[in-house]
C-alpha cells in the first residue's frame, strides 16, 4: 500500500562524529527498481532535484527545508545552501518557500540552536503536509461528488501526484485514492507524461501497488477518450498557481484543459495553499523551466533542436476549481485565492454552487 511508500526521509547519524542524511528513494529509478539515494551534501540534494530523483511540489519544499537542516548540521554554508537549492528548479514555487521556512527558522534560533531549529521546522512542515494531503483528498472527493453526480468516476491524470510528491498521500492523486477507498473510482485514466513518462512509471506505478483500476494511454490520445464520454473529470496538481488563478503545471496540463473545456468536463487543480504565489501577479510573470534537449531528441536525427518546456501554464478561465488544504476556490478568481492564501478563507465553504457554476460556464 502507498502508506509504506516514503519518498524521503531524515537518519540521524549511526556513529558518533557522523552526520546526518537525507535519503531519497530515487524516482528515476522506478518502477524497475526501488533504490535509496543517500545525501550528505547540499551539492546531491541540488542535483537529485535538477534529475528529478526528487520531484514534485509539495516534497520538493520538504526537500529544500531538510536541506537547510543538513547544511546547519554538518557545518556548511547555511546561506548558500539556500542559495543553491532556491535555485535548482525555478518554477516550482514550494521548493523556495520550504528553504526560507527552514532558513528562518535557523536565523531566529540562538546560538548554537541553528541546527535544531531548521530540523524542527523541517520535520513540522513534514508533519503539515501529510494532514494538508489527507484534507485535500477529503474536499477533492466531496466535490467530486458534485460535479459528477452518480458515483462511478472516471478520472484523467496528467504526470504523478502521489505519494512520490508528499509526506502525505499527494495531491490530485490523494482525491483518486479518497474516491477509491469509497468504492467510487471507476477507472483511472493515466496519461503517460512525456517525455520523461511520470505517469507511465510513477503513477501506474501508484496505482499499481494500490489495487487501482486503471489504464495507460499515450498522452496524444486522451483526445479520443473525451470524445467517446470516456471522462467524468481531469485531476491534475500544481508547481506553481499565479494571484490571477494561471496555474503552471507539468506540460502537456493546457492541452488537457482546452479538451476539458470543449467536452464539458471539469478541470480541477489540487495543491497546497503553499503553491499559491501571490507575488507572481499573471501566467505570463511565471518563469518555465526549459530541460535538455536530448530528454526529447533520442529518436530524432543527429543534430535536431528541441523545444522542451517543463511546464505550461492553464489559464484560470479553463480551471473549474482549485481543491487546497483549506477549501475550494471556485470560480477561480485572484481575489478568492487571495482570502485563501491569505489565512481569511474559510475551511468549511459551502461549495454547494460550484456545480450549477460549472454547468453554467459549460453553456
Known amino acids: 500500500m502507498a502508506e509504506d511508500l516514503v519518498a524521503l526521509r531524515w537518519e540521524e547519524p549511526a556513529e558518533p562524529g557522523d552526520g546526518p542524511v537525507l535519503v531519497l528513494l530515487d524516482q528515476t529509478r522506478l518502477p524497475a527498481e526501488e533504490v535509496e539515494l543517500l545525501c550528505t551534501d547540499v551539492p ?5 532535484i535538477q534529475t528529478l530523483a526528487v520531484r514534485g511540489a509539495p516534497l520538493l519544499g520538504l526537500a529544500g527545508a531538510y536541506g537547510i537542516a543538513l547544511a546547519a548540521a554538518r557545518g556548511f554554508d547555511v546561506h548558500e545552501a539556500a542559495r543553491d537549492l532556491a ?4 518554477t ?7 528553504v526560507q521556512r527552514a532558513l528562518e527558522a535557523f536565523r531566529d534560533a540562538g546560538p548554537g540552536q541553528g541546527a535544531r531549529a531548521a530540523l524542527d521546522e523541517a520535520r513540522r512542515l513534514h508533519q503539515e ?4 494531503s489527507r484534507e485535500m483528498g477529503r474536499l477533492g472527493v466531496e466535490l467530486l461528488g458534485k460535479l459528477v453526480p452518480g458515483g462511478g468516476y472516471r478520472v484523467l491524470t496528467h504526470c504523478n501526484t ?5 509526506g502525505g498521500e499527494g495531491t490530485a492523486f490523494a482525491v483518486v485514492r479518497a474516491a477509491h477507498r469509497d468504492g467510487e473510482l471507476r477507472r483511472l485514466w493515466v496519461d503517460e507524461t512525456r517525455p520523461l513518462l511520470q505517469g507511465a512509471r510513477l503513477t501506474a506505478y501508484e496505482a499499481a501497488r494500490s489495487g487501482m483500476p486503471y489504464t495507460l494511454l499515450a498522452d496524444n490520445a486522451a483526445g479520443s477518450l473525451f470524445a467517446a464520454g470516456e471522462v467524468d473529470a481531469v485531476l491534475v496538481g500544481a508547481d506553481r498557481i499565479a494571484a490571477d488563478g494561471s496555474v503552471a503545471n507539468k506540460v502537456g496540463s493546457y492541452p488537457l484543459a482546452v479538451l476539458a473545456r470543449h467536452h464539458g468536463v471539469p478541470f480541477v487543480v489540487v495543491a497546497p495553499v503553499s503553491t499559491v504565489d501571490l507575488d507572481t501577479p499573471d501566467g505570463a510573470s511565471i518563469e518555465i523551466e526549459q530541460r535538455a ?3 526529447v531528441t533520442g529518436s530524432a536525427p543527429p543534430g535536431t533542436q528541441a523545444y522542451n518546456p517543463a511546464f505550461d501554464v492553464t489559464p ?11 477549501g475550494v476556490v471556485s470560480p477561480v478568481r485572484g481575489d478568492g485565492l487571495a482570502r485563501m492564501a491569505g489565512g481569511d478563507f474559510l475551511r468549511e465553504t459551502d461549495h454547494s454552487g460550484v456545480a450549477s457554476e460549472f454547468r453554467g460556464a459549460m453553456g
Do not use: F, H, K, Y
Request: aromatic letters at 2%; one cysteine or more.
Open 162 to 166: 502521489g505519494a512520490l510528491v508528499s
Open 92 to 98: 516550482a514555487v514550494n521548493l523556495a518557500w520550504g
Open 44 to 48: 546531491c540534494l541540488v542535483q537529485a
Open 293 to 295: 534537449g536530448d530528454e
Open 316 to 326: 484560470p478561465g479553463l480551471v473549474t476549481a482549485i481543491v487546497t488544504e483549506r
Open 129 to 132: 503536509d501529510a494532514r494538508g
Open 87 to 90: 535555485g535548482a528548479r525555478p
